[in-house]
């Protein structure tokens, strides 16, 4: 029972790690997720989130296996 | 349809022209093609630009042109389109992201390519880090809105 948390770019820096294993206890949601990972930090204004590679809302559930992904607003092209 | 993405510089009018012959059963079909390069700059807000090192989310970022794309083709009567994005270190003046479009008419190749490359600009993710002349290397914040 665990789920995958993956950070990208200056979000990735600013934290200090790429992903975390984490057990899927007490975490419903992906906001539930960012806070259980990052107990000290507060989600940065605009940050993205995406399960299983789909935007979602922070409000948005999570299961078992899912990968999850915080990131800043995109800036290719 | 094809979406690649290139860790190695590329060169669009080559891709082009591979795809097309790639796909020869749309040989008489299409009577319009639009293309849109994108180019890195050796300026940016006001400071001389070295390079620039692209990152993505290899797997999100293929599926999410691969939406874009398959948005586009709800839209417009396409053909056939390409979408070819750089990552890694690039250097000024080398391709970032090439897009085409093939249709019957020259208003549908102009939407469409306009629309891929827009929803690409805000939800394909990849991130620019620059590196200044000063040697200061700084993350893209936003995207403009495509306008001097």
């Not at chain 1, 990735?12 to 992906?30: F, Q």
């Amino acid at each position: 029972m665990s789920i995958k948390v993956r950070y990208f770019a200056s979000l990735k820096e600013s934290i200090g790690r790429s992903e975390d294993i984490l057990g899927l206890a007490g975490m419903a949601t992906v906001g539930d997720v960012w806070r259980y990972a990052n107990p000290n930090k507060a989600l940065p204004d605009n940050t993205l989130a995406a399960v299983n590679m789909d935007y979602v809302e922070l409000s948005s559930p999570v299961k078992d296996g899912d990968e999850v992904a915080f990131f800043p607003p995109v800036t290719g092209g | 349809m094809d979406i690649k993405i290139c860790s190695e510089a590329f060169d669009p009018w080559q891709e082009i022209q591979s795809h097309q012959h790639s796909v020869a059963d749309i040989a008489g079909k299409f009577g319009a093609t639009n293309i849109f390069i994108g180019t890195m700059r050796d300026f940016n807000e006001g400071d001389d630009v070295k390079g620039m090192t692209l990152e993505h989310y290899p797997g999100m970022t293929e599926k999410q042109l691969g939406k874009i794309v398959a948005e586009a083709l709800q839209q417009w009567p396409v053909i056939d389109a390409l979408v070819v994005h750089r990552v890694g270190d690039i250097l000024p003046n080398e391709p970032i992201v090439l897009v085409a479009v093939w249709t019957s008419h020259r208003g549908d190749a102009f939407d469409a390519s306009r629309y891929i490359m827009e929803a690409l600009k805000s939800r394909a993710p990849f991130w620019k880090k620059e590196l200044l002349e000063s040697e200061v290397e700084r993350w893209l914040v936003k995207n403009t809105d495509g306008y001097l």
